[in-house]
């Protein structure tokens, strides 16, 4: 496929009864495009968007191809090698998506999402969130 925009994707007429949405390896590059239409799509359940240019950085390459079992045993491997930073984009990234779809999602990016993750990915964008307005906070107080 070659898609780059996703965005049409969130108009259709069917998106509310879109459960499982493949769209690894595109060209999808708007990581705020992407959570536009997501938060459209209410009944997802699986969704993949690995080897797209916005998550290139957060799984291994072609990791998409993949089995299951082994993208999982490929993964975990591929994280311990990750820069903090990366690591953390990752987070950030999956908990955002965790967030949106929090109701019905059950895998995301090839791996299953429990009752953890879901606790998981709110206390971590409840932390971001909180570091943003810190910041904010202190730079208004320097001004």
Do not use: W
Request: net charge positive; hydrophobic share 35%.
């Amino acid at each position: 496929n070659q898609i780059e925009d996703i965005n049409v994707l969130g108009t259709a007429l069917c998106a509310k009864q879109i459960k499982h949405l493949h769209v690894s390896g595109n060209r999808i590059e708007k990581f705020a495009d992407v959570l536009k239409v997501l938060k459209n799509l209410v009944n997802l359940e699986t969704v993949d968007f690995r080897s797209n240019p916005f998550t290139f950085l957060y799984y291994p390459k072609n990791s998409h191809m993949e089995s299951i079992p082994s993208f999982l045993t490929l993964d975990t491997d591929f994280q311990k090698h990750l820069s903090d930073s990366v690591y953390v984009r990752r987070a950030c990234y999956r908990a955002s998506f965790i967030t949106i779809l929090s109701k019905n999602i059950k895998y995301l990016d090839g791996i299953r999402v429990s009752d953890h993750d879901r606790l998981k990915a709110k206390k971590i964008l409840a932390r971001v969130k909180n570091r943003v307005e810190n910041t904010a906070n202190k730079q208004n107080k320097k001004l």
